[in-house]
């Protein structure tokens, strides 16, 4: 990796990975590139920690994955298993986190309405009680 010249802000892979990558994973990619140089030196090491216990969980759920198909494979082929195994479950895992933010844009206007009514109504009645959602029982 390393940055075009002229190009600030922009990173760009060596080889052939960046033929690799599509349009939203190499913009992806250079937004987790400029994040990373932000960070101070404490900051990443977190990060590769957090990160090496994420590869060895997986890892583990990769060989588990694989004892549980009942394949025998030999060296190479169950390096490739669990290479892809890891390569799907990160898609996986991508998806699942796009779809759940979807889901959470939908809801977001919704939820606003919902306070600024809340807040509104606490505005104009300053003796509000914190919880207006919650309607009082009628006929005592």
């Given amino acids: ?5 002229g190009r600030e802000g922009e990173f760009h892979f ?6 690799e990558l599509s349009p939203e994973d190499r913009q992806r990619f250079n937004r987790n590139a400029e994040r990373w ?8 090491r977190i990060m590769r920690e957090r990160e090496n216990l994420r590869r060895d969980r997986i890892q ?20 490739l298993f669990e290479s892809r195994y890891m390569q799907e479950r990160t ?8 779809e759940l933010e979807a889901k959470r844009q939908q809801q977001l206007p919704a939820l606003i309405d919902r ?4 807040f509104q109504s ?3 009645h300053p ?3 914190a919880a207006p959602t919650a309607s009082p029982k009628s006929g005592n």
């Fill in 1 to 5: 990796m390393r940055k075009g010249p």
């Fill in 91 to 98: 898609r996986i895992e991508h998806s699942m986190r796009q």
């Fill in 122 to 124: 606490q505005q104009s």
């Fill in 60 to 79: 583990r759920e990769a060989e588990t994955a694989l004892r549980d198909s009942g394949l025998r494979l030999d060296a190479e082929k169950r390096a």
């Fill in 115 to 118: 306070l600024k009514k809340e």
């Fill in 37 to 44: 140089m932000q960070m101070t030196a404490e900051e990443r």
């Fill in 127 to 129: 003796s509000a009680t």
């Fill in 14 to 19: 060596r080889g052939e990975h960046s033929r």
